[in-house]
Each structure stands twice: as C-alpha cells, then as structure tokens.
C-alpha cells in the first residue's frame, strides 16, 4: 500500500490496545497504524484518524435538481456536482460502483479547494452544490468546508446520503446542508445485513433526526429491486412508518433498479412496480409519492393534495406548467406547497454538463 498522508479529523478516538477507532459511522473501525477502514478513504496515520480525499475529486458536472432526486428544492435550477471515491456500505447493487467503490485514489484526478468549488458554483449560476456518487458521510470534512465556503456566497449545499452516519458525524454534515436526499435502501434488517453490509437501524435514526431536530429540507430515495424489497408488505411498513414518524409531506421517490456491479442475476423493476409502490404510498397518506428511472408523467409530477390539481409538470427532469405562487401556494386552491421554492422555477431541463474545476492530476 502507498503511503499515507490526509486531512486531519476529529470523529475517533484511541483505544487501549494501541489501535483508533473511526467514530464516522456505526461500523466503528477499528484500525492499526496504516491501516484503512471500510470505506477506504478514512485511514489511520500518526495515530489519528485522517481523510485521505480532502480537496480531490473525480469530476464536477452540472445536472438538473431533480436527478439528485428532490423535486421541491428550487425546481427547474441546475446543481453543481460532485463525489470522491469510496464507500462506508457494501451494497451488492450499486449503480455508481466506479466511485464509490473505488480502491485507486489516484482516480481522483481533480484537486479543488472549497473556495474553488464555491466560486465556480457562483459562475456556472449554480444556486447550489450536490455531495454525490458517493457518500459525504466519509468526507465529510471536505464536504462540510465546501458547504461553508457556498453559504458565503449564498448558495446551498445539498447531501446525497444514505444515512449511514453517527450521531456526532450527522451532527457535523448536516448542520451545514440545506436539503438531503437520504436512500432509504430497503425496510429490513435483513435487506441492509445481507446486500448492503449495514444496519437500517442508525439509517431510520438519521431520518428521524434530520425531519425532526433540523431545518434541513428532507426528501428519501427507495430503489425497488425485484424480489428483494419490492413486496407490498415491505412499501406498506415504510410508508406507514414515514407518515407515522415523520409526517405526510416529505416526499418519496420510488426508482427503478437495473443490474450492475455485483447484482447481474436480477431483472430491470417493471414501471408497475413503481407505479404500486405509489400507489400504496398515497393510500398511506404520503401527500408527494414520485416515480423515477422511467417514463410517468403522472408520477413525477406533484399534484396539490387539497384540490388535486398539477402544480408542477414534469416529464422527466424536463418541467411543464407551473402553477404555484410566488410564496408557494397552489393557484387553484390555495394550498402552500411543502418545500423550498424561489418564485419562477428555473429552466435548466435535463441537461448534464461536465465542466473543469481546479488542478487536474
């Protein structure tokens, strides 16, 4: 293994025989000198605890709000994209697996400095930047500093997570988000165990706490998977746990699974797959259940839960008719619209833009 040097970090602490242990997320590795964690990226140097990947990334890219996926964080506006590499779950699916399971940090082919990242969200008219294609639990020191340098200039900072984090750590990331999206993988113990190499418990406390003692704007991501998580026992059980735990208005996204990395035995999820899942979600009392990964207009638009009628069309990440206020409200009824929303929504469609950012390696 090469040599280790990293950013220093604060979430471990040492153990009595001679090893530390990464406090970051709830597998508490516990690491002796040289040694990485799970995720590869945390390492043990010098006796601490460091973030190998501080300041480098795989790329930057300018995708549309609504392939993160959220739909009422500032519509129609374009978001600044970036991940790492590695991982803190071992999902046997994972559709980024290029990134996020990573073992060559030398893939890591850009350097950017929070300041670069913020100053190029500001000259792309980005009004926000994404923590993507891996998860910012693992730089989260990174990822924080980046968020800071963006509330400078006054664009948001948006956490694409799976949730895996501890108290201290979410503690950390989140208070310096705006909105999250959290992939919500599956509603067992047994799924997160044997596919993910992870627990849901800690996941459904870091939802809990984000909807409940934060100003975060929440929004979750459920990836169907034939077979496996996509009975309607299993959506029935989430979706009665969202509304009873978190209440009615945070939005659901049911998207569809195609095979990659290490799950090439299953088939694509069938639209009426997501199109149930939606269904059992609203007769639930979910108020915004969407479908993603396929073509449905009807699910991926929101629809005024008082009147019935679209307030934002949506055929993919493409936006049609707009029919809320300026503060949010339905133009028809009245109804304010959960969410965060600037007036006009923004007209960026689909389009996903490379763009360069710092010093290549």
């Known amino acids: 293994m090469e040599a280790l040097a990293g950013h220093p970090t604060e979430l471990w602490h040492a153990l009595p025989d001679g090893r530390v242990q990464c406090d970051a997320c709830p597998r508490a590795c516990r690491l002796h000198e040289g040694q990485r964690g799970f995720c590869f990226v945390r390492a043990c140097v010098g006796g601490r605890i460091v973030l190998t990947t501080y300041g480098r990334s795989s790329g930057f890219c300018v995708d549309p709000i609504e392939k993160k996926p959220l739909n009422h964080f500032l519509p129609g506006t374009p978001v600044l994209s970036f ?11 994972c559709q980024n697996w290029d990134i996020s ?32 294609y891996n998860d ?28 895996y984090a501890t108290p201290a750590a979410r503690e950390r990331l989140f208070r310096a988000m705006d909105a999250a ?13 044997d596919v993910c190499l992870g627990e849901l418990r800690p996941v459904l406390e870091t939802i809990e706490w984000l909807v409940r003692e934060t100003d975060v704007w929440v929004e979750l991501t459920n990836l169907l998977i034939p077979g496996l998580n996509d009975s309607d026992e299993e959506i029935d059980a989430m979706t009665r746990w969202v509304v009873e735990r978190l209440g009615p208005d945070v939005p659901m996204h049911f998207t569809a699974f195609h095979p990659d990395y290490k799950m090439l035995d299953r088939p694509p999820t069938p639209p009426s797959t997501l199109r149930r899942a939606r269904e059992i979600a609203i007769r639930n ?30 055929v993919g990440y493409e936006l049609g008719r707009w029919n809320l206020d300026e503060e949010g409200r339905c133009r028809a009824c009245g109804t304010r619209i959960p969410g965060v929303f600037r007036g006009e929504p923004g007209r960026w469609g689909s389009r996903r833009m490379p763009v360069r950012i710092g010093v290549g390696r």
């Not at 999206?181 to 165990?193: I, M, S």
């Not at 108020?287 to 005024?304: H, I, K, L, M």
């Not at 008082?306 to 934002?312: D, H």
């Open 181 to 193: 999206n959290v992939d919500l993988k599956a509603f067992t113990e047994r799924f997160y165990r």
């Open 285 to 314: 009392g979910v108020r915004y259940a969407y479908t993603g990964n396929v073509f449905d207009p009807e699910g991926q638009s929101t629809w005024c839960p008082s009147c019935g009628g679209p307030v934002i069309e949506r």
């Open 83 to 93: 991940g790492t590499a590695g991982c803190n779950l071992g999902c046997r699916f």
């Open 136 to 163: 910012p639990v693992i730089f989260l020191e990174y990822a924080v500093d980046v968020a800071e340098a963006c509330r400078a200039r006054g664009i948001a900072s948006v956490a694409v997570t799976a949730g």
């Open 101 to 132: 399971k990573s073992r060559e940090v030398d893939t890591l082919a850009v350097e950017a400095t929070p300041e670069q990242i913020a100053e190029a969200a500001e000259r792309l008219g980005c009004p926000s930047v994404a923590f993507t």
